[in-house]
């Protein structure tokens, strides 16, 4: 019908409801226009009566939120789409003719009977579409970055028929998350190419460093290395601790015949600022590589610690758990405010804490009980003095209250039906390194959590705003909210949508997993970054590059009231000990800027940003970044076989080595085959938010009155 192979109208509420409500309409609308005064034709009173009934019909319908589904077959060939590595680490010389295999594979895909099913891409930081006739123009392996998640974003799949993905890399990451996850959601099988060798190398490297990001003056904090060798088992090395060129702590190690030593260090920052910290180890002859013996970090010294804020509208395990977590952060200093009645709390001192808070949890608050006396001092600390803050919204919540700080929330409230949905976390594939839902947090623990009760109704998030996750109703994926952030013009805000949150808490703990308490702690760590410079802000996207890499910056502008200001002078002047440069930024609109430059020499570089309106100085902005300290591209020098198979298995795809065109060209087609040449196209239209509805229904009634009043009806 209509070239459509489905069409179907839902509505949130029983159809039984919407029918007997559409013939009282009718029943109505006619039962009115019976008689008239003074007498009309019969013609003329049954055009009133359709009119009444027409336009009442309309509203009807707009309450019961009707969305109309459409759906139809289109033909659309099936394609597999072949990702190549063009990062550094591809010209690695590890004996196995790395970018000459990459390029007969390519030759021989390109060669074969499935060619016309084949898409090629290049990725890197970034996921790139290539012309097959130019590939070894477009492919030049000098990438300073792999980011393997880039590949698996929908955007990639829009108007497609994909039967699978080949991805022909070393497997090494060193931007983004792990794709696991993000492949398995996908649900399309990964045919990997392993490009390299996987064998282990005589050497001895920094793995990897924990440390707090933001951490307080005149606190000791722990940073924790990992040191991996392979073939130096028993021989000594010296562990070392520096800030800048200063060395803070130096120890000497016995490497472990396991392969992995733990050294811990402990540092205490004099004074608040950015610092920059190393870990060093000193050279051992025989090493394949010591481009991976320095690990440079920044880290953010405070001066005082987090004052947080629960502020609940009743007791409740909610509020019990939250606060069990947040006071394991010996950074946090916790108070709550419960309340029991009108402006009356649990705890002593409400005004004072409301005021010292620096970062506040409104849980189920504010209710129809919170005084306006008490929630305007809430108010005044997020209007007027930019507090970050947490919102569990639920039925308990006052939406009146809440609407008086609607342009903070992250979210837009249209309706909230009254009743909550049984759901499950289902993570926004996009947002997956979001360090909210990923630090200290395994990904694949969000899947095994117990369901929460989902506050039913229309939720959006606002266009600023990040969903980082949505919901699942009995394993049924849906575009509703459960957790959204927002971060705009140096505010932030973050919203969970339901209750029983606590529940995630029980799950986790029998299994020994920190999800919950990590979750509610990097919450609060999130809230509480905060710029020194409200109205401009200028960062590089990174704190580390390679020697030759683009240097991104971005800036914002505002003006006191927090507007954006598009039409300012943005110039940045760049040093290092040895190199200067200046760049001017270009506006994007918003109050965004952006630019880009070049740096070819090594060194700790600090930049100035000044912001000018009509010539005449603004404000200003500085930092610091970092070119050549590492270049991360070489440092693992073995093929990631571990990553490539994980992924294939995962996805139920195939691994192969590049010698083995016929059986990844058998694969491709294999999977081609599998795949109908029919793909489903859905569409859903939500007839009720539409503006036009709202038109009709008064150009009907404004008609009903218009001949009602032609014909001198009252």
Known sequence: MFGYDK?????????????????AAFAYSFFVYRFTLPPV??????????????????LILVFFEPVLSLEKKVKVEPLNLVFVD???????????????????????????????NILFYSFASDVKQIDADKITDELKFDKTSTNFSKIFSSDLLKDKNVASFTIISDGVITEGSSPIYSAEKFGIPVIAVAIGDSSKKKDVAIRNVLFNEYVYAETPTSISATIINH????????????????LIEQQQIILNESGVNSVNFTYTAKQSGEKKLSVRLNNLNGESSTANNVYPFFLNVRSNKIKVLLLSGSPS?????????LQKENNFQVNTLTQVSSSNFIEINPNQKIDSADVIFLLSFPTKETSQEIFNRVKEKILNKNTPFFLMLNNSTDLSKLSQISNELPITIQTLRGDYLNAQPDLNSDELNNPIISTNINLNDWNNLPPILYTAGNILAK?????LSYIKVDNNRLKQPLIVIRNFASKRSICFVGKDFWKWKLQTATKNIQLYDNLVINIAKWLSITDEQKQFNVKTLRKFYSAGDEVEFVAELYDESLNPINDAEIDIKIKSTNDEAELS????????????????KSG???????????????????????????DIEMIETRMNYELLNDLALRTGGSLFFPDDSELIINKIRENIRKVSDEKVVESQFRLWSNEWMLVIVILLFSLEWFIRKQSGML
């Open 41 to 58: 034709s019969e013609i003329k009173r049954f055009t009133l009566a359709f009119l009444r009934f027409l336009a009442l019909s309309i």
């Open 604 to 630: 700790d570089y600090s930049y100035l940003a000044e912001a000018k309106l009509n010539g005449k100085l603004y404000k200003k902005e500085s930092g610091r970044f970092n070119v050549g300290d590492i």
């Open 231 to 246: 073939g130096f088992e028993g021989q000594s090395v010296s562990a070392s601790l520096f800030e800048g060129n200063s």
């Open 585 to 600: 930024l270009t506006s994007l609109g918003n109050g965004l800027y952006e630019g880009k430059i070049k740096l070819l």
């Open 86 to 116: 063009d990062s550094k680490s591809m010209r690695i010389n590890d004996g196995t003719q790395r970018v000459e295999k990459t390029f007969s594979l390519i030759d021989k895909l390109k060669g074969s009977d499935i060619k016309n």
């Open 7 to 23: 069409i179907e109208v839902s509505l949130s509420f029983s159809w039984i409801i919407f029918i007997l409500l559409i013939l």
């Open 317 to 325: 395990s909610d509020l019990s758990f939250m606060k069990n977590a």
């Open 463 to 467: 266009t600023e705003s990040k969903v």
